[in-house]
């Protein structure tokens, strides 16, 4: 029995310590003056913090900042043992420093047991990253624009408990943004003044900006990551002759524009158009008999443990070792087809033999374009019909605007299934076009509509620095083995990445703490009204 209690008191002794530590550290809440949880481009973010020592306490210096932070891994399991394990990277892209509050500081910079201090803070969301934030090499302008584009909160495990609001992350990935505050207090050790955290506290927010429509993406049939363009063979029946050949046709529909992320019953819509054309063998084959039209959407989210210099690819995250790829897919509609009105076209003279180059036929198809003749074509009547597809978003799942950062990607695609009726023998025919999802008309004088879908309050929690706060649970050391330094470039794995030409935010992970990323408060700081 003695020995019982001595060993339950050497157990509990450490948490009566830690508790004893913790019960000196001041209280701080963090209070957002309106109840919003998710917020746009230039938002006002606005609130307090509150201090409240429980005895007096000394401190050098109170902050208040807004900060946003990705953070993600990669493993591999492969046959070379140096190129197994996890490579995991970290950038804080994102600072604003509340200026000003030393004006509100206590003469003697020490805070007062019992005593409340009200430190106010202002934030705006701003319309993009600073040019420091992506500093390494691109391969072309328009990936440098993406990636100073905000990214969207992305993978919150701690906002995604209401319903409608999983957005598909996988755990490899995460963004995250919140307000922290710190009190900090510079101590000597030796001839050294360290800084040294005395309280800190944390609370996520949900930021969705806004983000324009970009241009139709320009697919290339030798990519492999879409095809506009289908080409069947169409036959009698089984091991019976051809009837002619039908040709499936689509071009990227305009994006879902969101309307309000916080309301879980608006939906996003969009039209897609299918264009058929089938050449008949003989001018008196009639058009075959159409089946059902189903529409998929496909999410794909790109992540990388090292800055990409260029848009993602299915392709090279397939050979790369940095890079990794999750997918969903999911059904939209179905819808019977059989019905559809096929027209009669005389051929042209111009058009007869002609046939457009396959980038071009892919990439610019325009609505109500008759498609080119198939391969076999050689002249005579065809027949074509054009079918719109209403396609509807459902409301069970949080769809973030399409978005390119430094390591992270959410990309959409639509997957048109038609399936055709062939006497003994069914068939399909697949197409599957990009498409975006933009959020531009979320900026509106109207915040009312934008207040949050979330009902639980945003989580505060004790914190020594940012790092913890906007750490993973999944990024918890598990490394197999850690992969060598040529494979790991400006990723983080414990003390083995160079940083020499690391851009800024990207720096060395130490025993899974992670180092302070470089500040922007002087260019981005908010005056306090």
Known sequence: MPSSTSSNDGHTMPSKLRNLVQAQKPDIKINFSTKKKTYTTLDRIEGSVTVVPQVDTNFDSIDIEFIGTSRTYVERLTTAAAASGRSEAFHQFLKLQQPGLHQLYPEDLVLRAGKIYDFPFVFVVPQQ?????????????????????????FGDKGLTSQKGSDDMAPDMASIRYGVFSKITELKMKGDDALRCTVASKARRLRVIPAVEEQPPLDVHTEDGEYFMRKEKSIRKGLLKGRLGTLTMESAQPQAFKMKSYNNPESRMTTMATVMLRFDPLDDALPPPKLGNLASKLKVTTYFSSVARDCFPSKQLSMYDLSQGLHTEQFSL???????????????????TLERR????????????????ASEGYKGGLYY????????????NKAFPPTFHSCLISRVYALKLDLGISSPGLGSTMEVKVPVQISSQDLVSDDFARRESISGVEEAEVDVEDVSNFFSNNG??????????????GRSRIGSQAPTADAPPGY???????????????????????
Not at 365 to 371: A, F
Not at 476 to 488: A, F, K, Q, Y
């Open 129 to 153: 990253l600073l040019p420091r934030v992506c500093q390494h090499p691109v391969q072309s302008d328009a990936t440098r624009e993406a990636h100073f584009r905000l990214p969207p909160t």
């Open 333 to 351: 509609s179905s819808r019977c087809v059989n019905n559809v009105e096929w027209t009669k076209q005389e051929p042209s003279p111009a058009l």
């Open 357 to 372: 180059g396959s980038a071009l036929s892919s990439s610019s198809l325009e609505t109500g374009d008759i498609p080119e």
């Open 384 to 395: 074509t019909t054009r079918i719109l597809v209403p396609i509807t978003l459902p409301t």
């Open 475 to 488: 990024f918890e050391p598990r490394t197999i083995r850690v992969p060598s330094v040529d494979l790991v």
């Open 507 to 529: 720096t060395p992970m130490n025993e899974g703490r992670v180092a302070p990323s470089v500040s922007y408060q002087r260019l981005q700081s908010v005056p306090v009204y």
